[in-house]
């Protein structure tokens, strides 16, 4: 599936990543380990900007991936977040 808009915010568990697009209902749940990421980080546009909410570990393989390939990434603090 190719995704048009370009701000994605992502909730981040040990097992899952729950992605929510701007402007789409709903919400995409990927697995969270290299080759899904990887797999569904492919299908996005290159401008694309993700948020992700620091969760300990969690988050950290989304962020690295997405940076390595070049996209905004946006790491926020789970305090700063908490009442969106």
């Known amino acids: 599936m190719q995704m048009s808009e370009s701000f994605i915010g992502v909730d981040a568990s040990k097992a899952e990543l729950v ?7 709903g ?3 990927i697995a969270n380990n290299p ?6 980080l492919r299908l996005l546009p290159a ?9 300990g570990r969690c988050h950290q393989l ?3 991936l997405a940076a390595g390939m070049g996209l905004t990434v946006f790491v926020l603090n789970a305090r ?3 009442f969106y």
């Open 80 to 82: 700063d977040v908490y």
């Open 19 to 25: 992605v929510a697009v701007h402007g789409q209902p």
């Open 35 to 40: 080759g899904a990421v990887l797999a569904w």
């Open 27 to 29: 919400c995409q749940r």
């Open 47 to 55: 401008h694309a900007r993700l948020a992700v909410e620091s969760t």
């Open 62 to 64: 989304l962020a690295a």
